[in-house]
T-cell receptor
Framework: DAGVIQSPRHEVTEMGQEVTLRCKPISGHDYLFWYRQTMMRGLELLIYFNNNVPIDDSGMPEDRFSAKMPNASFSTLKIQPSEPRDSAVYFCASSRGGGDNTQYFGPGTRLTVL | AQSVTQPDIHITVSEGASLELRCNYS??????LFWYVQSPGQGLQLLLK??????LVQGIKGFEAEFKRSQSSFNLRKPSVHWSDAAEYFC????????????FGDGTTLTVKP
């Protein structure tokens, strides 16, 4: 298996622009997680899905952030409009569930908002 | 609610020396426990996990961890550290449910001196 795939790996944008981050989880995994990592705040869970349904989005910082999972093999995290404080590394992870909480992380997307 | 505490933000050891990274957790039942490693510019990679059985768990790269229920701890150890072990290490706790979710500690950064 190719593991969790994220794109793009790097994104540089200007304040006010829309940013879309993409994730393909490992096939057969029922759970998908979006995290944000910064030096100041560490690793933060933003939202997670179970069988394509959002379960907990309490970590989403504000309404500018939205996430979707239209099918089992694809998820997006969108920021609109983006702000400089959104600059971070965004990770997607997936897990099998069914009693196995092991999470497999993608390589991350490094977002820079100018 | 579940939580994880990694008391040491930063640890420095000499190459060849032994290593112990501390992890304490809070969980209302028997936990699933994990250690992940993050090298610079990379995503998190699973080092080892404890679900049940033998409380001493062996992982990749020569790491091991011991689950001590009485101390609510899951410390990570390595007898002889290599320069390539320099990274950030995260402890995580999850539950024996289908939630698939884990709670991560704040991480410990390991520096290895030549």
């Amino acid at each position: 298996d190719a593991g969790v795939i994220q794109s793009p790996r790097h994104e540089v944008t200007e304040m006010g622009q829309e940013v879309t981050l993409r994730c393909k989880p490992i096939s057969g995994h029922d759970y998908l997680f979006w995290y944000r990592q910064t030096m100041m705040r560490g690793l933060e869970l933003l939202i997670y899905f179970n069988n394509n349904v959002p379960i907990d989005d309490s970590g989403m910082p504000e309404d500018r952030f939205s996430a979707k999972m239209p099918n089992a093999s694809f998820s997006t995290l969108k920021i609109q409009p983006s702000e400089p404080r959104d600059s971070a590394v965004y990770f997607c992870a997936s897990s099998r569930g069914g009693g196995d909480n092991t999470q497999y992380f993608g390589p991350g997307t490094r977002l820079t908002v100018l | 609610a579940q939580s994880v505490t990694q008391p040491d933000i930063h640890i420095t050891v000499s190459e060849g020396a032994s290593l112990e990274l501390r992890c304490n957790y809070s969980y209302g039942a028997t936990p699933y426990l994990f250690w992940y490693v993050q090298s610079p510019g990379q995503g998190l990679q699973l080092l080892l996990k404890y679900f049940s059985g033998d409380t001493l768990v062996q992982g990749i790269k020569g790491f091991e961890a011991e689950f001590k229920r009485s101390q609510s701890s899951f410390n990570l150890r390595k007898p002889s550290v290599h320069w390539s072990d320099a990274a950030e290490y995260f402890c995580a706790v999850g539950g024996r449910t289908n939630a698939g979710q884990s709670t991560f500690g704040d991480g410990t950064t390991l520096t290895v001196k030549p």
